[in-house]
């Protein structure tokens, strides 16, 4: 009987929530209800599994719990990036069917979610922008902007090789040497998508919101205890991503990183003449250790995403997010000298959940139990399409897209917890000290 103890915490600080109109979540689980499904988390997983189970079972009743407040969570505090094409640079062409399967499942989810966002009219800032993928120097350029060019001519992709001259022109900076841009990119305020799929759930679906669960009884289908009542039901799906292995699964198979990120007011229209761009844009590292993401939003401001931190307890101290806005307001006046007077509306943490073999936990974990998690960084695309395939094969619904997810593995053991701190500690502050050429 697994006893819950480590909780999201909501700090408040997500900038994409913030500024955004106030919002009534969903009512506090206060009593002990029966469902014929549980689906545990509230993120774009779970979300995709409950809505896909009320369409594969319009009789059926669903609850799904959420911990904290839909928007609020990790979900709502990515940068904002719906990612189609594989996310990682590679010269090695013979992984071609593992690139055409992820865009398969990348492509599905976008599918998915725009047309959730068309039907329902959830206004999130939804825009396919497109994104640039960018590197600061020549050598950055030569080793990692190269084989990807070469793999997405493989994959016949489109893409435009960016120079410094037309990137300055661009982005508004003199910082990269040179970047690729690929078109199917959308850029959207992830806790406004958030929010709006939780509150267009099918009718059959009840969402309860501040109602963690803190303890789970598996001995006669499921039973999951809140601080204010219950939800038993005969089957569940775990969507909890890198809180699920308190549930009793995929234990010692996470680990846990913070990614820290800060968002400005909105330029002013002197500001907007001075910047001098006028198509809003996104971009992402050529080195995702040593680089920046950034985007230049359709409201007119500005995102910086750096700094990856080892968080395996999910517990990142509130009194450095000060640190780490002073820190991006000097990367940003380094790139932006125009828009020194710019501030931040807030710096905030969000986590994600990597696996050491890249491969998330998907499928029946017992019986009837499924478990969708570990999205190892692409949350979007990645928790959405699990969780509409794990509702799938829950419902014993074909689907090839399946055969697709179930290709990417599971992820491997990991030694004991003091090991992997230290380890992908060093991992990681070595990749900085290598690319830091890259920041």
């Not at 549980?38 to 719990?65: E, M």
């Not at 599905?108 to 999130?124: G, M, P, R, S």
């Not at 489109?158 to 970047?179: C, N, S």
Request: aromatic share 8%; net charge neutral; proline share 6%.
């Amino acid at each position: 009987m697994p006893t819950i103890s480590r909780l999201p915490r909501n700090d408040q600080t997500n900038a994409w929530n913030t500024i955004l109109p106030q919002r009534t979540p969903h009512p506090v689980l206060a009593t002990d209800i029966k469902a014929d499904w549980l689906v545990v988390g509230a993120g774009y997983a779970g979300l995709a599994a409950a809505r896909q189970l009320a369409h594969n079972r319009p009789d059926d009743s669903i609850a799904l719990v959420e911990a904290g407040v839909c928007g609020e969570n990790a979900s709502g505090r990515n940068s904002g990036f719906i990612i189609d094409l594989p996310h990682t640079t590679s010269s090695n062409l013979d992984q071609l069917e593992g690139s055409h399967r992820y865009l398969r499942l990348a492509r599905a989810a976008t599918a998915a979610l725009e047309k959730n966002v068309q039907d329902f009219d959830i206004q999130c800032d939804w825009s396919q922008d497109g994104k640039y993928h960018a590197a600061v120097t020549p050598a950055g350029s030569q080793a990692m902007l190269e084989p990807y060019a070469a793999e997405l001519t493989a994959l016949n992709e489109p893409f435009e090789w960016v120079d410094k001259d037309a990137l300055t022109t661009r982005l508004g900076t003199t910082h990269f040497h040179r970047a690729l841009y690929t078109p199917g990119c959308v850029l959207m305020n992830p806790a406004a998508l958030t929010r709006g799929l939780a509150d267009t759930l099918p009718e059959n679906v009840s969402i309860f919101e501040n109602s963690p669960v803190t303890a789970m009884d598996y001995s006669n289908g499921v039973r999951a205890t809140t601080q204010g009542g219950s939800i038993t039901a005969p089957r569940m799906i775990l969507a909890a991503n890198g809180f699920s292995d308190q549930f009793g699964y995929g234990k010692n198979t996470f680990v846990h990183l913070a990614l820290c990120a800060s968002l400005t007011r909105p330029l002013t229209p002197h500001e907007q003449v001075a910047f001098g761009v006028d198509k809003p844009w996104g971009l992402t590292p050529a080195n995702g250790f040593g680089g920046i993401t950034m985007r230049y939003t359709n409201d007119r401001r500005i995102l910086i995403r750096q700094d990856i931190k080892v968080a395996m307890g999910q517990n990142f101290k509130s009194q450095k997010t000060d640190a780490i806005g002073r820190n991006h307001k000097a990367l940003m006046d380094a790139r932006f000298p125009k828009l020194r007077d710019v501030a931040f509306e807030s710096s905030w943490v969000g986590y994600i959940c990597m696996s050491r073999n890249g491969a998330p936990t998907f499928g029946e974990v017992s019986p009837n139990i499924w478990m969708a998690a570990c999205q190892n960084g692409i949350g979007v695309t990645k928790g959405t399409i699990s969780g509409m395939l794990v509702a799938d094969k829950a419902c014993g619904v074909e689907n090839p897209l399946i055969n697709d997810m179930e290709a990417l593995g599971s992820p491997t053991q990991l030694p004991p917890r003091p090991l992997v701190e230290v380890g992908a500690r060093a991992t990681i502050g070595w990749e900085v000290r290598k690319n830091r050429a890259e920041a």
